[in-house]
């Protein structure tokens, strides 16, 4: 037997939240195209689709944001830990990630192996609806401001916004940051949900499942790609070479040079899809509705780096994946960028709390096998050491 690194081809599960087909450049949350949604639904309406199977009427919307309204508030007993977790030396996603363990410590929530399903799925949106508050409070914090409540006549994209700088943000920025948290909610079973889903295996309660996901999340080849993103186009606007991207040769330069030292080209290329990511095309033309000299550069860079990549690797179809637009989106929107993966998890918790449920119900454990390749065995065990 050999083994598939990185479980590739391998099918671990059922599930009827979402799938990704990558050959037609297409993903869908319950059978509803995920650029559909994201270009004509709120976020509370694809949330209310991912929790309950179906997008909801006038008036189950109506009860489902007043519902998610009175969940915002940042828990009484979480300032103190907030305080000490809100220092300059902690990455702010190990910070969020902290928080979200002690808040659900503090609530007490109970392993989903003793929970029904109704039960589950409350945790679930009481969770996700604090997320963005904790984030933004300690974000604040760290810069010595204090922590702003939200607002109850916002939505949940405009709230986040409004808790990270105390202003109502322009409809244009706060409809551009939903779409991005919508078109990030869920993904298949990437790996910050497959762990989300290992851990729910085991009858875990509902925070310990976010938590671990929360950690895979943070890796830098999944949830901190975006930053990065933004720290490759600073290098390529620095270069002394580069004159506002009109000195032909610097930005092909620098994809040679990458592929030669074996570096990766943040934000192109992607596991599932054969091309483009269908994420980055919509992110493209959002970051274009904003507009500005950064959307400038990145439209250029992506064509110019693309184009280099096809002519060095015939053969290979490499498109642009959702990092390298949602760093400039969410720049854009007034978002630092050590807040980048934070805010995705924000967007994928939803995501993630509606696996966790699915494979409560599941309750089957999740245990694979691995291939050994070690020295064969058993050996002796030596005499003398």
Excluded at 238 to 258: K, N, R, Y
Excluded at 261 to 279: N, S, T
Aim: aromatic share 6%.
């Amino acid at each position: 037997m050999s083994a598939l690194k990185g479980l590739d081809g391998i099918v671990v599960t059922e599930t009827s939240i979402g799938e990704v087909q990558g050959e037609q450049g297409f993903y869908h949350y319950r059978h509803y195209s995920a650029v559909d949604l994201a270009e004509s639904c709120s976020l509370e309406e694809v949330w209310y689709l991912l929790v309950e199977g179906e997008l909801p009427t006038t008036q189950q919307l109506s009860d489902f944001t007043n519902e998610l309204t009175s969940l915002r508030s940042l828990p009484l007993a979480a300032k103190p830990v907030l305080a000490v977790l809100a220092t300059s030396s902690v990455r702010p996603i190990d910070a969020l990630r902290t928080a979200v363990s002690a808040v659900g410590a503090q609530w007490g929530m109970r392993a989903t192996l003793d929970l029904d399903p109704n039960e589950c799925r409350a945790d679930g949106i009481r969770l996700c609806s604090v997320m963005p508050t904790l984030a933004a409070a300690l974000y604040r914090l760290s810069k010595g401001l204090e922590p702003v409540g939200p607002d109850p006549t916002l939505g949940h994209a405009a709230n986040a916004l409004f808790m990270l700088s105390g202003e109502v943000p322009e409809p244009d920025v706060a409809r551009a940051f939903e779409q991005y948290l919508i078109t990030t909610i869920d993904h298949g079973l990437n790996a910050s949900t497959f762990t989300g889903r290992v851990i729910a295996s085991t009858g875990a309660d509902v925070a310990s499942a976010v938590v671990g996901a929360i950690g895979a999340l943070s890796g830098p080849l999944h949830g901190g790609a975006p930053r990065r993103v933004l720290d490759m186009l600073d290098e390529l606007d620095g270069l002394d070479a580069l004159d506002g991207l009109d000195s032909t040769g610097t930005v092909e330069a620098w994809v040679q040079s990458a592929l030669e030292e074996g570096r990766k080209i943040m934000g192109f290329g992607h596991r599932l899809y054969v091309g483009a990511d269908p994420r980055a095309v919509l992110m493209r033309t959002v970051s274009q509705q904003l507009g500005g000299e950064r959307v400038n550069q990145a439209v250029e860079v992506e064509q110019r780096v693309l184009n280099t990549l096809n002519t060095l690797k015939s053969g290979h179809r490499l498109g642009t994946n959702v990092e390298f637009y949602a760093g400039v989106v969410m720049e854009r929107c007034g978002i630092d960028r050590e807040l980048f993966t934070s805010m995705f998890a924000c967007a994928r918790s939803i995501g993630w709390c509606a696996h966790i449920a699915e494979q409560a119900e599941e309750g089957r454990l999740i245990r694979p096998t691995a291939v050994y390749v070690g020295i064969e065995a058993p050996q002796p065990i030596p005499r003398s050491r």
